[in-house]
């Protein structure tokens, strides 16, 4: 029983230590028009800039490895597991999201509020 114990932990501390970060539920269709989808996406991080890039990349990430639910995307761009993609194809991902290319993707950002939590 002890071993089974001791089993179970060890399991969910190795779960714990995936780095894997895929989109939240965050990101919800709103309406579309002409080749534009507008969606909400909410985002997290130390100030308000951190917060909104946070929620572009997380309606990015949705476009791109999940599809939009309700709007004329709800099939993924890419249609292959999203940590494959970002492992195999790393230093697109990584100059896409650093290089901020994919802001080439958004028309336009508006912070709709924040919510700031003091520790």
Do not use: H, W
Not at 30 to 51: E, K, P, R, Y
Not at 76 to 94: C, H, R, V
């Amino acid at each position: 029983m002890k071993n089974l114990f001791l089993f179970i932990i060890g399991f969910c501390l190795l779960q714990s230590c995936n780095k894997s970060v895929y989109p939240t539920a965050n990101v919800n269709y709103v309406s579309s028009s002409s080749g534009t989808i507008t969606m909400n996406s909410i985002g997290f991080g130390n100030n308000q800039l951190d917060a909104q890039t946070d929620a572009e990349k997380n309606a990015i990430d949705v476009l791109l490895f999940r599809g939009l639910p309700g709007s004329q995307q709800t099939t993924p761009l890419i249609q292959i597991n999203e940590a494959d993609a970002k492992t195999k194809y790393n230093g697109y991902f990584t100059s896409f999201y650093n290089n901020k290319r994919y802001k080439t993707f958004i028309t336009s950002t508006v912070a709709i509020s924040s919510l700031v939590k003091n520790k």
